[in-house]
DNA sequence: CGTTAAGCGAGACGGTACGTCGCGTCTTGCG
DNA sequence: CGCAAGACGCGACGTACCGTCTCGCTTAACG
């Protein structure tokens, strides 16, 4: 991902087992403990292929993530703000309490601030698309008329996603349902709904 | 800090200077950079001694991030909820803004879910007291009328404080002064105030 | 050279280029620096080409070095055997002194002791033949009693070319015109001359 | 060997262990096939250590083979040149007959031309020394008058070391005692005996 | 008021992983 | 089908830090 110099004759069977073999690591061991040299020999594939493909195993391990993710959690909209906002947290905040991608994130999320490539793809591809997205289905609700004309839309996002970050990054338990419910309400109400 | 074997004999000036080469090297390497081996050539010190204080170099410089913190984002009240949750998150945002602390924090943040010693340090010395406070101040607030009985005081201070860790660990540009005040008023209105 | 597979639409440019690419480096870089992979990538042929046609880059310089050196140094018969040895010894010595020869042929020596096959090129295509000419050559000054009858003609071609193998593996200055007279005149008085 | 950078604590039985497994390989494995890496697995010392004391495995086996030779061919003085030369010979050549040390040096040897350090090394600490008390020998004889006075000392040590050489790296049998004989024979009536 | 045990600097040590290089094999597509 | 291009599995390279371990030396506490 992140920078595929040619993509012309990548072996997918090398790609797909590095993926796979990063995420087996993760689990088993935790993000800190995974190295090259373990997803290489688990994957079956030479430590020079892995560097062809991916800077770093961050950059692997956000791709195997972003994989995951994409179906993993999809936006719907059923016409009911509050219940769709709760769905989607609840989406995310599920995908997060599950190894290996609770672990995998957060060791992403550790990187970031001294590999500023992965902090770039991780904005490009993951982020930002996906608060586009949240933002769009509150512009959606605005217009019928569930938020008022003037509402900080980009804020309210991250007065939701905040608090799931906030506790994935400090490692406090996972938000339950009625959390969940509660603190869309709180937003919603927040925006003047 | 963590976990002082004696502190009988303990060389002052060994503690002080790891500390500030510690903060020194965040500064101009970042933290990833930090090493043990390299905080000890820049202080003078043997790694020895530094291992014979604390566990990791996280350790070390949560030591120095709370050393630095302690005076730096006073809890007052002035009896303005408002005014004095914008004062208090500033304070936070404002030194989170500026290195070696932003930086240190970050990387501290990112050692957390494979160093459990750490994940309770942290937890224990700086995010409990702190929500302890904060908590506390929305509930004289309380006290006093300016926000309603039932409100969910814990939830609150996440919504404050998570979009601050949101945007520190996505490095995304720290909030201006209006955001904030956007963001506590949202906050409070979300509380039913 | 050494076991061509079938020669019938080998490409005469590719083997030129490489040869000629080989020699090169080994100016530039010296023999141990050379690599197959430079080797292709200067000489524009790809790897799988010079492994179908050389088992090892000993063989593609041992190649480069037979070419360069079969009109280098004849073998010629004046009547003076004294002559005759010190024209020939010099022959061998002046090409041993210039790069990419002189390196080129060290390096080849280098690979004997792990390498068999070029072991066995090196016996056969070089030393072997060009020993049998100086056999050939004593054994003619022998019959025209320049050489008493019953000495070491074998081993006289050894305390020749001996210390030229000498100097030249333990990289010493190489011989200039007298040392060699005094070399020629000294083994020849040792025969008995 | 070559430049020990301190040489204060350093650890005896690192250095022992090392020798021996360097050598070991060489047998099990030959020269070629001795990797760093395997020397530290099979002495139990890290590739750190090694690098710390010897710049390169030639370096290494070096040490080993001078430690092994020291003792191996002693320069005696009978009186009689003639035996002695013999005894001397037939002493290097018997070492150069077994493994690990005949590899061992044809590997040495090998690495001279792409190994300025090692060459210089190989020089001051082997073969100067050598040729030296060779050369001594011969003025002693010279002294008693069993060689002619003006007789070039160092040519004749190369007349003899020289075939042992040529012999060796091109892989040919390692002179009989008979051949010896003959050669120191040959040597000596060259210089005038 | 020594003595003595600690903390200390220095840095060697056995390890693990790094990111790179070159090997020799292979596959693909062009001429 | 030979060739260029170059991806691949492999394995060694030499380096960087890890955390542990002596070494002597200072230095403060207590006998």
């Known amino acids: 991902m992140i920078t595929p110099p040619s993509s012309l004759r990548r072996s997918e069977r090398a790609r797909r087992a ?3 073999a990063a995420l087996d690591l993760c689990t088993e061991k935790g993000y800190g403990r995974v190295t090259i ?3 290489a020999a688990r994957a079956g594939v030479s430590k020079k292929t892995i560097y062809r493909w991916w800077p770093s195993k961050g950059a692997v391990l956000l791709e195997a993530f972003t994989d995951a993710l994409v179906d993993a959690t999809p936006f ?10 709760r769905t989607h947290v609840a989406g995310a905040v599920a995908l997060l309490s599950v190894p ?22 991780l904005k490009d591809q993951l982020v930002d698309p996906r ?6 289905r509150l512009r959606s609700a605005q217009d019928q008329g569930q938020i008022p004309p003037g509402a900080n839309l980009p804020l309210a996002v991250e007065m939701l996603y905040g608090p799931v970050y906030y506790r994935h990054v400090l490692r406090k338990p996972v938000q339950d349902e009625e959390t969940i419910a509660t603190l869309v309400a709180h937003v919603l109400r927040a925006l003047g709904a």
């Open 100 to 121: 290996p991608f609770g672990p995998a994130y957060a060791g992403i999320l550790s990187e970031l601030h001294h590999d500023d490539v992965l902090a770039r793809a």
């Open 18 to 20: 590095t993926l796979q």
């Open 131 to 136: 608060v586009e997205e949240a933002v769009a």
């Open 37 to 39: 040299e373990a997803i």
């Open 76 to 85: 719907v909209d059923t016409g009911d703000i509050a219940a769709d906002l």
